[in-house]
T-cell receptor, first 110, second 115 residues
Framework: EDQVTQSPEALRLQEGESSSLNCSYTVSGLRGLFWYRQDPGKGPEFLFTLYSAGEEKEKERLKATLTKKESFLHITAPKPEDSATYLCAVQAGGSYIPTFGRGTSLIVHP | GAGVSQSPSNKVTEKGKDVELRCDPISGHTALYWYRQSLGQGLEFLIYFQGNSAPDKSGLPSDRFSAERTGGSVSTLTIQRTQQEDSAVYLC?????????????FGPGTRLLVL
């Protein structure tokens, strides 16, 4: 059974304090790994798609990386507006349905 | 361009009543997905459509849940005889096609509360 585990469950940072969120997965035949941001009361907002180990993508203060077993979402010098829940999802094998992790709730204090 | 839209944004109903939730996907997206998100839980897959057909209904939690899609566009998720445990946020997503690598874009969700 495909498994996606995100850690930590919750993270509190001071503004400017860089950190990383982890998404580890056990799947057969990774097709794609997706990162989303979800604000309270809203639907998930797409951030990145990674397809193969070694791939990296950046957007503003966020950088996503992928290995054969996990992905990291690095947040550099975060701001309070980066506060949200970050979701990771994996599509693998013959399934067209992504498996989502439970998310990491990030709070950035000013 | 316009993103995925869902209506209503909020729905309060009484136990035993039927509800219909609507999803308008991004224009040109052939794949459409329904998920349920309960407080503190991850996204639970319900059903997906490729065009108007639903190859995978395995995620529907009971026979009270059904969904249809017409014209390859709008989809409706119907919950009959609602129960309190049906209270959740129902999210719709669409993608260009179903290949296993396509990014899904989500709507804002419908918050359902069953009293």
């Amino acid at each position: 059974e495909d498994q996606v585990t995100q850690s930590p469950e919750a993270l509190r940072l001071q503004e400017g304090e860089s950190s990383s969120l982890n998404c580890s997965y056990t799947v057969s035949g990774l097709r794609g790994l997706f990162w989303y941001r979800q604000d309270p009361g809203k639907g998930p907002e797409f951030l990145f798609t990674l397809y193969s180990a070694g791939e990296e993508k950046e957007k503003e203060r966020l950088k996503a990386t992928l290995t054969k077993k996990e992905s990291f979402l690095h947040i550099t010098a975060p701001k309070p507006e980066d506060s949200a829940t970050y979701l990771c999802a994996v599509q693998a094998g013959g399934s067209y349905i992504p498996t989502f992790g439970r998310g990491t709730s990030l709070i950035v204090h000013p | 361009g316009a993103g995925v839209s869902q209506s209503p944004s909020n729905k309060v109903t009484e136990k035993g009543k039927d509800v219909e939730l609507r999803c308008d996907p991004i224009s040109g997206h052939t794949a459409l997905y329904w998920y349920r998100q309960s407080l503190g839980q991850g996204l639970e897959f319900l059903i997906y459509f490729q065009g108007n057909s639903a190859p995978d209904k395995s995620g529907l939690p009971s026979d009270r849940f059904s969904a249809e899609r017409t014209g390859g566009s709008v989809s409706t998720l119907t919950i009959q005889r609602t129960q309190q445990e049906d209270s959740a946020v129902y999210l719709c997503a669409s993608s260009l096609r179903v290949t296993g690598q396509e990014t899904q874009y989500f709507g804002p969700g419908t918050r359902l509360l069953v009293l």
